[in-house]
């Protein structure tokens, strides 16, 4: 099994893009039972050897959504009100969105640790989403995960391999 290294991250998800895509679209077609099963196990048996302190690479190059629950948890935290939260370090995006106003996160220290860690968002808490319930619904978001997450990327080429279709 690869151990994608993050200068290699890149040109391996590219080269798997396609065989990965169409894999999805079979999932989506015809979705085993136990889906949601061998994720869950492949998920933590990859996150059992993996320490995202040592790659912090979803932090670096891409940032959350924050849900209305988040900005109203995170402004908490700073003793702020959600809207100054907001002002100071947020934006929509195209889809409407409250997302950070520039990557690398603003909350992520020299050592890739998380300024708010304990109230960070739900997408942070949740990425790389491989334990995620009805798997096969986000198939789109994971294609662009495995190019980001080093542990996505080797969760995705293992269920390739138990999961054949």
């Known amino acids: 099994m690869l151990k994608p290294n993050l200068n290699e991250l890149g040109k391996l998800a590219k080269d798997t893009h396609n065989e990965t895509k169409k894999y999805f679209d079979k999932l989506k077609k015809k979705t085993p039972k136990n889906l949601d099963y061998v994720m869950q196990d492949l998920h933590d048996a990859e996150f059992k050897k993996t320490d995202c302190l040592e790659c912090a690479n979803c932090c670096k190059t891409t940032g959350p959504l924050f849900t209305s629950a988040d900005i109203e948890r995170i402004s908490k935290s700073f003793r702020q009100k959600p809207q100054q939260f907001i002002d100071q370090y947020l934006r929509i995006d ?20 998380c300024f708010i860690y304990d109230v960070r968002p739900k997408a942070c808490r949740e990425f790389p989403h491989t334990d995620r319930k009805k798997f096969q619904q986000i198939s789109d978001l994971t294609l662009k995960n495995v190019a980001i997450c080093p542990a996505a990327f080797n969760i995705v080429e293992k269920m390739k391999e138990k999961l054949p279709l």
């Open 94 to 113: 195209e889809d409407n969105d409250y997302v950070l106003k520039s990557v690398p996160c603003t909350f992520l220290d020299s050592d890739n640790k």
